[in-house]
């Protein structure tokens, strides 16, 4: 199984310039909820806050010693089990990557978390997302019109959304 070529760790400070260099390429930003730049102070704020919620995972992804990903997992409901994710790669991360990080994020998911379903939502005109989660087995459960505003143009979400028996049965076949 591809998760298990890749290794998810905690994120670090150290670890900090390199995973903004991703979130700031625009390949990435572009398809993020908020698009702008994000400053050296703004992302250790944001690194420093996450820190202190126990309900956040911010995980790095490896191969062979070497960052590529990063996933962030927060618990927005513990008692029902129930978390959102996102991610994303280094822009040159060779092909493949993605879904090896993929499965990894679903095994630490399910089995590390013990959820019981993962929520997540994608721009409607990344069409790489949309295919992304549809490989993982997520469901469709959401289209949500004009739901984001990034200062000039409203965008469709699409939701989706894995249950924990669902992620066992796609991983089993």
């Given at each position: 199984?591809?998760?298990?070529?890749?290794?998810?760790?905690?994120?670090?400070?150290?670890?900090?310039?390199?995973?903004?260099?991703?979130?700031?390429?625009?390949?990435?930003?572009?398809?993020?909820?908020?698009?702008?730049?994000?400053?050296?102070?703004?992302?250790?704020?944001?690194?420093?806050?996450s820190q202190e919620?126990?309900?956040?995972?911010?995980?790095?992804?490896?191969?062979?010693?070497?960052?590529?990903?990063?996933?962030?997992?927060?618990?927005?409901?513990?008692?029902?089990?129930?978390?959102?994710?996102?991610?994303?790669?280094?822009?040159?991360?060779?092909?493949?990557?993605?879904?090896?990080?993929?499965?990894?994020?679903?095994?630490?998911?399910?089995?590390?978390?013990?959820?019981?379903?993962?929520?997540?939502?994608?721009?409607?005109?990344?069409?790489?997302?949309?295919?992304?989660?549809?490989?993982?087995?997520?469901?469709?459960?959401?289209?949500?019109?004009?739901?984001?505003?990034d200062g000039q143009?409203?965008?469709?979400?699409?939701?989706?959304?894995?249950?924990?028996?669902?992620?066992?049965?796609?991983?089993?076949?």
């Amino acid at each position: 199984m591809k998760s298990l070529l890749v290794h998810l760790r905690p994120i670090e400070e150290a670890d900090l310039a390199k995973v903004r260099r991703w979130r700031n390429h625009p390949e990435v930003s572009r398809y993020m909820y908020t698009q702008h730049e994000v400053s050296q102070a703004e992302h250790l704020a944001w690194f420093q806050r996450s820190q202190e919620d126990p309900f956040r995972h911010l995980l790095v992804c490896e191969y062979g010693g070497e960052s590529f990903g990063f996933v962030n997992i927060h618990l927005e409901n513990p008692d029902a089990q129930r978390a959102t994710w996102g991610f994303y790669l280094d822009p040159l991360s060779p092909r493949g990557r993605g879904q090896a990080m993929g499965h990894a994020a679903l095994v630490y998911a399910f089995e590390e978390l013990k959820l019981h379903k993962l929520c997540g939502e994608a721009l409607a005109y990344n069409e790489r997302s949309l295919k992304f989660h549809r490989s993982l087995g997520f469901t469709r459960e959401s289209h949500l019109r004009d739901h984001h505003f990034d200062g000039q143009y409203y965008h469709d979400v699409i939701g989706f959304g894995l249950l924990r028996s669902e992620w066992l049965a796609h991983r089993g076949a």
